[in-house]
């Protein structure tokens, strides 16, 4: 085990610091293969976005991912000291629940993006909007 979470260096190494010690611990080939998994996950819902027939399909897979994709990025430059701690947590990574839930809701929206994906929402009768 690395030396800076064991003598508690880093402040919530479970949350927000969880990446710093995913690098101390498996170091640049670890941090490279989650964020590749990471940069996998993106352009795959990004695809499921851009094949959706309705609008709102393309809008809501493409919020989803622009929210995951900005958790990472906050995460990232809050860990490398290039912005103020704030509190986000690396996604699917963290222990952190509401995070956690909230992707994961994201990613059922995404994934029924991608089986709806030939159908069109009409306003009118039997519509969502």
């Not at 994961?104 to 009768?125: C, D, N, P, W």
């Amino acid at each position: 085990l690395g030396s800076q979470s064991q003598l508690d260096f880093l402040p919530e190494k479970q949350t927000d610091f969880i990446f710093a010690t995913l690098a101390e611990e498996f170091g640049l080939v670890g941090c490279a293969s989650l964020l590749f998994l990471y940069a996998v996950t993106i352009i795959i819902a990004l695809r499921i976005a851009s094949i959706s027939h309705s609008h709102f399909g393309r809008l809501a897979a493409a919020g989803v991912t622009a929210t995951f994709a900005l958790y990472i990025l906050i995460n990232g430059a809050m860990v490398m000291g290039l912005a103020p701690v704030v509190g986000v947590p690396m996604p699917l990574l963290s222990k952190a629940g509401t995070v956690m839930t909230t992707v994961m809701i994201g990613f059922g929206l995404v994934q029924a993006v991608r089986v709806h994906r030939y159908e069109e929402v009409t306003s009118g009768k039997g519509a969502l909007l």
